[in-house]
């Protein structure tokens, strides 16, 4: 008889019973199975006939208890008699999956980047040291561009550049002293953001672009020297996949344009000014990757240690 712990009969439990001489003698008899099963009846009985002697082994399973068994020798010509015993209720186990979002992940590569400084200064947030780096969201591209734009040292060095220009008299119609400054600042300042915004967080964003680049770091150093010159009109894309950079080549001829509404009307050339910025800027990326490929790395203490990978 199958009871629970509280004595009440099981019914419907299934009862299997196997032994060695049972398998010999199904081998005899045709009728008989190597193992045979049943059914507790509603009084939670059961029971098998024609049985042949020898060890056995029973296994009795119910649903919402846990699987029990015994084993015994049968002799011949007996009558054997199984000893109640009761069925523990099961032990109930949850499997709990934990599992993180790509978002989340991206998420936290990009608090990685951000850490990331040249001689712990210069900002180095544009480059994963990560082969295989998460996609960035249309969000992430954008909060990347604007960490950019009002990071302490984006003021210091457009604020550098106009020093330089205002020293050379560049955009000579903008004059001298605090305003002939303020309007090189203002201007150094307005390409940076256009061109940060749209080659790096709009343009991507439409075009599903990594705006990034992804460090080599090995191989030899002609195929590293080609492939920095090379992501500056190449680059990832949200699948993956390596795919011209539109969002590089065009953002510099957008930013080029855009120029051209605030630069002096003596130094504006329409096309020709376009051109000439967005070369400039397709130029200075390669020359960038370049720095990145070969000496940067080595000069930002807080990049990874561990992803020295082919993309």
Known sequence: M???QSGAVVSGARVKLT???LTREDLAHKDQSPSQEVLTGPDG??????????????TVTAAGFATQTSTGILHSGENYVVPGAAMAVATAVTDVEVGVSQ???AEEQIKIEEKQRVLGVLPNFYVSYIADAVPLTSRQKFKLAARTVVDPFTFVFVGGAAGVQQAQNHFREYGQG???YAKRFGAGYADMVSGTFIG???LPSLLKQDPRYFYKGTGSKASRFLYALANAVICKGDNGHWQPNYSNVLGSLAAGGISNLYYPEQDRDGAGLTFENAGIGIGGTAVANLFQEFVIRKLTPKAPKNALANP
């Open 19 to 21: 032994g060695e001489n």
């Open 45 to 58: 009985q059961f029971s098998f006939a024609n049985i042949a002697p020898g060890p056995f082994q029973l």
């Open 178 to 180: 605090t305003q002939g």
């Open 2 to 4: 199958v009871v629970d």
């Open 103 to 105: 978002v989340e992940v």
């Open 200 to 202: 790096s967080a709009i």
